[in-house]
């Protein structure tokens, strides 16, 4: 069964760096690419980026300057680190696989001081 | 980048009534692969979204077949077939054709 979930702080202050995991089971990160989607509040979802199965990675050109996503394929976990953070990145983050079939639950970001 | 503008923005039905959500795209999303990367996705309020249609047409796994999906090129479709209370929500296309994978703006299905 295949299940995604992400982790993080919740509350990120202003400039600061926001790390996320998604921690993956039921598939190896070798096997499926997963994905980086976010949803700002009561808005549309955007796409931010990827790591392809065989560890290769792709951004969002207008968020690839300050974001970044790697894995731990020995602990099945994918990262997403995105700096400087703004009161426009605050939404939920979500990470997805098997193309778009798999989804984690989301975690919310607030970024405020 | 490739956009995706999706229409109506919101739809209003009653249960049991057919409607279609259209997804027009900026640039031809058929691959040179032969394969057309744009699926149909729904947010139930409060949820991740949820695949429904990918590759224009194929339903996925455990998906009522009231929904269907047609097009091609930059022309796409989505069908309910007799909606049900189940399908409000918002209803989203996106491409993988081209990079980077982008989403329509979204249409909001309530009821009338």
């Known amino acids: 069964q295949v299940q995604l979930k992400e982790s993080g702080p919740g509350l990120v202050q202003p400039s600061q760096t926001l790390s996320l995991t998604c921690t993956v089971s039921g598939f190896s990160l070798t096997s499926y690419n997963v994905h980086w989607v976010r949803q700002p509040p009561g808005k549309g979802l955007e796409w931010m980026g990827v790591?392809?199965?065989?560890?290769?990675?792709d951004y969002n050109s207008a968020l690839k300057p300050r974001l970044s996503i790697s894995r731990d394929t020995s602990k099945s976990q994918v990262f997403l680190t995105m700096n400087s953070l703004q009161t426009e990145d605050t939404g939920i983050y979500y990470c997805?696989?098997?193309?778009?079939?798999?989804w984690g639950q989301g975690t919310l970001v607030t970024v405020s001081s | 980048d490739v956009v995706l503008t999706q229409t109506p923005p919101t739809l209003s039905a009653t249960i049991g009534q057919s409607v279609s959500i259209s997804c027009r795209s900026s640039?031809?999303?058929?691959?040179?692969?032969?394969?057309?990367?744009l699926h149909w996705l729904l947010q139930r309020p409060g949820q991740s979204p949820q695949l429904l249609i990918y590759?224009?047409?194929r339903l996925e796994s455990g998906v009522p077949n009231r929904f269907s999906g047609s097009g091609s090129g930059t022309d796409f479709t989505l069908k309910i077939s007799g909606v049900e209370a189940e399908d409000l929500g918002v209803y989203y296309c996106?491409?993988?054709?081209?990079?980077?994978?982008?989403f329509g703006g979204g249409t909001k299905l309530e009821l009338k």
């Open positions: 790591i392809w199965s065989g560890g290769n990675t």
């Open positions: 996106v491409q993988g054709t081209h990079a980077p994978r982008t």
């Open positions: 997805n696989a098997g193309g778009f079939a798999y």
């Open positions: 640039q031809s999303l058929l691959h040179s692969n032969g394969n057309t990367y």
């Open positions: 590759l224009v047409s």
